[in-house]
């Protein structure tokens, strides 16, 4: 149980073009999904916090109409990356808990299997 | 949340037992410790994770120390597949809410046929 699925695994862009990222909790409903992004031999870097139905809230430095998050349904949050460059290729995953059938806030976090972005 | 520290890599011989450390000395009586993994190119793995006893499931077992200083990782009988990054991650719980985990270098294990 507790599957997060991202899609697509990987995609490649042009430059200035825009790429959507999505985020499925596929047997659990998440009010809050989290996105984080990871550069070669680094580690995962805190985006931002999507809340179904409200603003996401982003980390410092990330800039917030570059990096646009819709948290739409209890089951579906997308990362859209607007005017991609290069600098942006990295990898992006995204996680939830299921705090439905957990129902404590130390329930693991399950963690899509991510997204990688190359922008040409 | 607690730092915790981690030797940056570690070897382990495939079908012995791979023990990873961590150290979490500023740990408060509210955090959690737990463990997640990163094979390359997937998202992380949650392993498991404990306050102050012991525990044990079907990945691997988690010995924390009775001041709760430090924790170890084990994994009984480590595979080619269990080369990965591992993360050891404190966490408060107390009204904390859902909130993320931050993730530090981990260690990156190697299993060596």
């Known amino acids: 149980g507790a599957v997060v699925s991202q899609h697509p695994s990987w995609v490649i862009c042009k430059s200035g073009t825009s790429v959507k990222i999505e985020c499925r909790s596929l047997d659990f409903q998440a009010t809050t999904m989290f996105w984080y992004r990871q550069f070669p031999k680094q580690s995962l870097m805190l985006m931002a916090t999507?809340?179904?139905?409200?603003?996401?809230?982003?980390e410092q430095g990330v800039e917030k109409d570059k990096f646009l998050i819709n948290h739409a349904s209890l089951t579906l949050s997308t990362l859209t990356v607007t005017s991609a460059h290069p600098e942006d290729s990295s990898f992006y995953i995204c996680?939830?808990?299921?705090?439905?059938?957990?129902?404590?806030?130390?329930?693991?976090?399950?963690f899509g299997n991510g997204t990688r972005l190359t922008v040409t | 949340d607690a730092k915790t520290t981690q030797p940056p890599s570690m070897d382990c011989a495939e079908g012995r037992a791979a023990n990873l450390p961590c150290n979490h000395s500023t740990i408060s009586g509210n955090e959690y410790v737990y463990w997640y993994r990163q094979i390359h190119s997937q998202g992380p793995q949650y392993i498991i994770h404990?306050?102050?006893n012991n525990e044990t499931n079907e990945m691997a077992s988690l010995i924390i120390t009775e001041d709760r200083k430090s924790s170890t990782l084990i994994l009984p009988h480590a595979t080619l597949r269990d080369t990965a990054v591992y993360y050891c991650?404190?966490?408060?719980?107390?009204?904390?809410?859902?909130?993320?985990?931050?993730f530090g270098k981990g260690t990156r294990l190697s299993v060596i046929a």
């Open positions: 996680s939830a808990r299921d705090l439905l059938n957990r129902g404590t806030y130390n329930s693991p976090l399950h």
């Open positions: 404990g306050l102050k």
């Open positions: 999507s809340n179904e139905g409200s603003k996401a809230t982003y």
């Open positions: 991650i404190v966490r408060a719980l107390l009204n904390s809410g859902n909130t993320p985990l931050v």
